[in-house]
C-alpha cells in the first residue's frame, strides 16, 4: 500500500504488523475501538538514524514537517503526588508546559518527565513514543492542530518505524483532551 503522505515504500496497516511494534503499541493497536478503525493505522518502516524530526523530514519528504507531531511525556506535581501525561504536538513547536500543561493537570508545578521515567512507564523506546500504547490511565493532551490534520505522522513506540494516523483518531482515544495553544 502507498502511504498518503510523505515518500515511504510501502505503509501496512498496523493490524498486519503487531510483531514491528513495542508490546504496549501492539496490544492497544489489538484492542483498539476508536470510531477510525485499526486498519487506518499504518506502519511505515523507517531507519532509526533518521528517526529525530529535522534529520527524518530531510530523509522522508519536508511536508512532513507539517505533518508531523511529536509526543512527550510530563511529570505534573502538586502536595507530594506527581500525575504523568502524554503531550501530542506538532513538531514545529513546542509543549507549553509551564503554562497550559502545568493548568490542565492542576499541578503547582510541571516538567518533562526524565527518559528513564518515560520509557521505563511506557515501554517503549526514547525518541518513538506514541500516544497508542500508553498507559490508560494517563491523561493525553492533543493540541486541537494535530488533531485537526487528515494524517499525521507520530513514533511507533521504536525508533525504527513510525506511524501514519488520521489525526481526528486521537481526539478518541481514552483520557483524550483536545487543547488550543499546547504547542507553542
Not at 23 to 52: K, M, N
Not at 103 to 111: D, H, T
Not at 123 to 151: F, H, K, N, Q, R
Amino acid at each position: 500500500m502507498r502511504a498518503p503522505i510523505g515518500d515511504f515504500d510501502t505503509a501496512t496497516p498496523a493490524p498486519d504488523c503487531l510483531d514491528e511494534l513495542t508490546a504496549p503499541v501492539a496490544d492497544a493497536v489489538r484492542h483498539w475501538s476508536g470510531a477510525v478503525p485499526a486498519d487506518q493505522i499504518l506502519y511505515v518502516e523507517t531507519d532509526p538514524q533518521w528517526a529525530d524530526t529535522a534529520v527524518f523530514v530531510e530523509h522522508y519528504g519536508r511536508e512532513l514537517l507539517e505533518q508531523s507531531a511529536n509526543c512527550v511525556v510530563v511529570a505534573g506535581k502538586r502536595g507530594g503526588e506527581t500525575t504523568l501525561a502524554a503531550c501530542l504536538v506538532p513538531s514545529t513547536t513546542k509543549v507549553d508546559v509551564n503554562g497550559v500543561v502545568r493548568r490542565q493537570l492542576g499541578a503547582r508545578k510541571a516538567s518533562f518527565a526524565s527518559m528513564d521515567t518515560a520509557i521505563g512507564e511506557t515501554g517503549m523506546e526514547y525518541g518513538g513514543i506514541t500516544p497508542i500504547g500508553l498507559p490508560c490511565d494517563w491523561p493525553l493532551l492533543v493540541d486541537s492542530a494535530v488533531a485537526g490534520l487528515p494524517w499525521v505522522l507520530v513514533g511507533s513506540g521504536r525508533r525504527r518505524g513510525k506511524l501514519l494516523v488520521p489525526g481526528k483518531a486521537f481526539a478518541q482515544m481514552p483520557g483524550a483532551v483536545v487543547l488550543d495553544g499546547l504547542g507553542v
